[in-house]
């Protein structure tokens, strides 16, 4: 699916379709939010995919984060929400997650899901905040981090997020 999502809302920022020219900034910013970061060629996979892969941009056309999801039947599989660290806490996970849910009612999904760290207690609250419940654990999910021991795998919270239930 490639649906183009519209943006909502009177302020500067705009979601624009991912592409490869933003990737080193893209990179930058997801070596610096996680321990197991998603590679470049993970993002440039996604693309080629037809994956819903979106950069949020400010006035300037820098990027403040980006989304990426896949659509697997009538569902939403949210893969990848990141945002630059010094925009944190400024409303943007919020506004891609609604920018987000808008296109996939108008496409008809009825469900997004997602995965979870354990410990990422900033995300999970994200997303409980946002509505989305807490429905299962993927024991072991996530492998550890480069130099720990495989006894540090973590589990995965599963979220979801009716969305005929969203208003
Ligand atoms: C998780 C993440 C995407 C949140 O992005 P953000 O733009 O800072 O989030 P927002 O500003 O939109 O905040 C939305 C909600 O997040 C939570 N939140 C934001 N900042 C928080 C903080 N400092 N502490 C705790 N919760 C916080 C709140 O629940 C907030 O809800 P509210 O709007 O009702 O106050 C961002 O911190 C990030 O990119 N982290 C690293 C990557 C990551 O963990 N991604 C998620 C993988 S599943």
Redesign the pocket.
């Known amino acids: 699916m490639s649906a183009q999502w519209r943006e909502r809302g009177p302020d500067s920022r705009h979601l624009t379709p991912m592409r490869e020219g933003q990737l080193d900034t893209i990179m930058a910013i997801e070596n610096a939010?996680?321990a197991l970061p998603w590679t470049r060629g993970n993002f440039v996979d996604s693309i080629a995919s037809g994956y819903l892969a979106h950069c949020l941009l400010d006035e300037h056309d820098v990027v403040l984060?980006y989304s990426v999801a896949m659509r697997a039947a009538d569902e939403i599989h949210l893969l990848n929400?990141?945002?630059a660290q010094h925009e944190?806490?400024?409303?943007?996970?919020?506004h891609m997650l609604d920018i987000l849910v808008a296109g996939s009612r108008e496409a008809s999904a009825t469900q997004l899901w997602?995965e979870?760290r354990e410990s990422?207690s900033?995300?999970r609250?994200?997303y409980r905040?946002y509505g989305m419940a807490e429905v299962g654990l993927r024991k072991g999910y996530y492998p550890a981090a480069a130099g720990l021991k495989r006894a540090t795998r973590e589990d995965a919270v599963v979220m979801r997020l009716a969305l005929e239930e969203v208003t």
Do not use: K
């Open positions: 939010a996680y984060g929400l990141t945002v944190q806490g400024r409303g943007h996970a919020r997602l979870v990422n900033r995300a609250e994200l905040r």
